[in-house]
């Protein structure tokens, strides 16, 4: 039998994040907005226009997926005009991906339609309550990102 207190109830609710999260994101439709993004290609566009431009291998990391698996993601990105590649200046024989004009107006376009879900679904919290639930969210993905090695701490709370 397993222990029901504070810490198991927590670990509840949030494996029940992940999963309710995921199917929220998969019921959105993003494709029917025009330039909509799966998840996968969202996830990356999103931390190389926030905090890019990356390394394949340091963007890989970051999302904790492996060199392969993004190197196609990013190859999909790049074809559709959302990425490039750029000489990275501290060391000439590696590259960078950046994000491009375009890929900002759609990366925009995307985040703002997330946000938008998130409005609606927060609509009944008081602003006081969405104040202390980002506060006490930040503060748990801080201790997750203290916890793992490699991780760029307070930018992975954005």
Not at 8 to 32: C, D, K, P, Y
Not at 50 to 64: Q, T
Request: glycine share 6%; proline share 3%.
């Amino acid at each position: 039998m397993y222990e029901d207190n504070e810490h198991a109830a927590i670990a509840r609710q949030v494996g029940r994040f992940m999963r309710l999260s995921e199917r929220l994101f998969a019921t959105l439709r993003w494709n029917e907005a025009g330039r909509g993004l799966e998840r996968p290609a969202y996830v990356l566009l999103s931390r190389i226009a926030v905090d890019g431009p990356f390394r394949m291998s340091a963007l890989a990391a970051d999302v904790c997926l492996d060199l392969s698996t993004v190197s196609r993601q990013v190859a999909a990105l790049e074809q559709a005009g959302l990425v490039r590649r750029a000489q990275d200046p501290s060391d000439r024989r590696a590259s960078l991906v950046e994000i491009t004009e375009l890929g900002t107006e759609v990366f925009t376009e995307n985040r703002d339609r997330w946000i938008a879900t998130w409005q609606e679904l927060l609509a009944g919290w008081t602003p006081e309550e969405r104040q202390i639930f980002a506060a006490l969210f930040t503060q748990l993905n801080q201790s997750l990102a203290e916890r793992l090695p490699g991780t760029i701490s307070e930018r992975d709370a954005r």
